[in-house]
């Protein structure tokens, strides 16, 4: 315990040491799962982990290492680069020599661009080193597709309440490395609010620990939320949650849920989302899902759209609700919808068809002289029941 940072965060002081000591994540780490029989056989490969922040990605890395009897070196790609990496790959080849498995960790690695990538391609092929990668993104899309095809992707999902009460706790008791010296007064109530509002992330709930120690040894949920201020709400405005909560929240109007788009779109705007981006959603809605069934939703969508570029937030977030509340609650008909992929399907497939001559405008004589407009019937004032208004390639095509 001699080489303990004192001075270091409670977060990294508290970083288990061993797979025993790793709260959550069973799925992945539990007896008899993939990962832990790798581990217990010392057979890892390289691999990819994803999960949020805060879900111990770092932790189990640095566990792997521990297990494996491993040479552990961390990097982080937001300002690590070729020279480093380079420094890196020769200690791999010293420790290849010498027997001894290097696992180069890097967090962030989606922050790589593709040529930083192709760099350790060769070296992972080889096995001089086995890449640990974290990210919070989805992998599919931000790491080079040649990297995961030789890593194996495993998913981390975040921390339950339960395990982040038992990471708490054995911070306050851990006279060591913990707070167990500080005789912290702290109510097993309050110990459960700190875990629900860290959302997952046991840094921040230790981070959040610590400072609230700083003020007092006496702790509530008051201290908790001065420290606070505001909930930790993971909500990426550019990478895959984004995606997934508006998808959520179109999802859940579509259904017919008020309810629940309610709560979506309250988690889009407390965590920082541009409402004119989910009021242009919300347009998109009206004639894409309600439609032809209530064509007021068009109009109410618009108003709002309205409302949000003259408001903004926080004024606006009511006219959202409301909007979405509406949308939840109409009929509805994707009619018009359908009929324009349809439509779009025709034109992408056959190009530019020429209009056909007898509803082409004629507005001088040389147009007249070519027959455009020519056998054209007004239908206010005679029977054109029987006249074609496709092109010919397209001659009594339905799209409704």
Same mark, same amino acid.
């Not at 490395?177 to 700190?194: A, P, S, Y």
């Not at 359908?338 to 025709?346: L, M, P, S, V």
């Not at 407009?373 to 005679?382: A, L």
């Given at each position: ?23 959550? @994540? ?14 217990d ?49 020769? &200690? ?24 930083? @990538? ?13 890449l ?25 999902h ?20 913990g ?48 420290? #606070? ?17 508006? &998808? ?71 006219? #959202? ?6 949308? &939840? ?26 209009v056909?001559l ?24 005679e029977?054109?029941?029987? @006249?074609?208004?496709?092109p010919?390639? #397209? ?6």
């Amino acid at each position: 315990m001699n080489n303990i940072n004192l001075e270091a965060p409670l977060a990294s002081r508290m970083r288990p040491k061993k797979l025993e000591e790793f709260f959550g @994540q069973k799925d992945l780490v539990g007896e008899g799962s993939y990962l832990r029989k790798a581990i217990d056989t010392d057979s890892i490969s390289s691999m990819i982990f994803w999960g949020p922040p805060g879900s111990g990605k770092t932790t189990l890395a640095s566990i792997i290492a521990n297990e494996t009897d491993s040479d552990f070196i961390e990097m982080s790609a937001v300002d690590s680069g070729v020279k480093k990496l380079k420094e890196v790959i020769k &200690s791999a080849e010293e420790n290849r020599k010498k027997n001894i498995k290097t696992i180069l960790f890097i967090d962030e690695i989606h922050r790589w661009n593709k040529a930083q @990538q192709d760099r350790l391609l060769p070296y992972v092929e080889k096995g001089i080193l086995i890449l640990i990668g974290a990210t919070t993104e989805n992998p599919s899309f931000e790491v080079n597709s040649a990297l995961i095809s030789r890593a194996r992707v495993f998913v981390l999902h975040k921390l339950e309440v339960k395990n982040l009460e038992e990471i708490i706790k054995r911070a306050l008791g851990d006279e060591q490395k913990g707070l167990g010296k500080e005789k912290i007064e702290i109510d097993e109530k309050t110990v459960k609010r700190l875990g629900e509002i860290s959302n997952g992330d046991a840094r921040m709930a230790l981070n959040t620990l610590e400072a609230a120690a700083r003020q007092s040894k006496k702790i509530d949920f008051e201290l908790i939320k001065k420290v #606070l201020q505001k909930t930790n709400l993971q909500y990426d405005k550019d990478g895959e949650e984004h995606y997934n909560i508006i &998808s959520a929240l179109h999802k859940s109007m579509r259904g017919g849920d008020a309810d629940a788009a309610v709560y979506w779109l309250t988690r889009m705007l407390e965590g920082g989302e541009d409402p004119i981006y989910i009021a242009r959603r919300l347009v998109r809605f009206a004639s894409e899902d309600v439609g032809l069934a209530n064509n007021t939703a068009l109009i109410l969508a618009n108003a709002v759209f309205d409302a949000c570029q003259k408001l903004g937030m926080p004024e606006c977030g009511v006219h #959202l609700a409301q909007c979405v509340i509406y949308l &939840s609650k109409s009929k509805k008909d994707i009619t018009a919808y359908e009929a324009y992929e349809k439509a779009r399907g025709d034109v992408i497939k056959h190009g530019n068809l020429p209009v056909p001559l007898h509803i082409r405008n004629a507005p001088n004589k040389l147009m007249k002289e070519l027959e455009y407009g020519r056998g054209y019937k007004y239908t206010p004032k005679e029977d054109s029941s029987d @006249q074609e208004y496709f092109p010919e390639k #397209l001659k009594d095509r339905k799209y409704l």
